[in-house]
């Protein structure tokens, strides 16, 4: 059973740029693109790198360290050196809450 949980406020994460939250033993990266938050894994499925901290452009995200690709919205990788897409979360807006379910 998903369990809500609030992570931070909306006015935490500037446009187009991203947060790493903790949940319990889960790294979580939150996006906001364009006024909308996502929550995915924070740590990429390639190596060890926070996806928090990399680039994002066109709802995707860079990966840090080898510039691998995952689509925000849906986790996907978008091809190589990234094969195995990161998991996504749904978010509840409330006010300025951002909650995530996991
Ligand atoms: S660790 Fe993310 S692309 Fe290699």
């Known amino acids: 059973m998903p369990e809500s949980h609030l992570v931070a406020k909306t006015t935490d ?35 060890y790198a926070s996806l928090s901290e990399g680039y994002i452009e066109d709802g995707c995200v860079e990966c840090p360290l080898h510039a691998g690709l995952f689509d925000i919205k849906t ?8 094969t195995e897409d990161i998991k996504t979360f749904p978010v509840r807006i409330e006010g300025e809450d951002i909650y995530v379910e996991i």
Do not use: M, S, W
Not at 16 to 34: M, P, S, Y
Not at 75 to 82: M, Y
């Open 13 to 47: 994460i500037p446009a187009d740029e991203a947060k790493r939250v903790i949940i319990g033993e889960h790294q979580i990266a939150l996006f906001n693109l364009d006024g909308e938050y996502y929550a995915t894994d924070d740590i990429c499925t390639h190596a």
């Open 75 to 82: 986790g996907k990788a978008q091809g190589v050196p990234v």
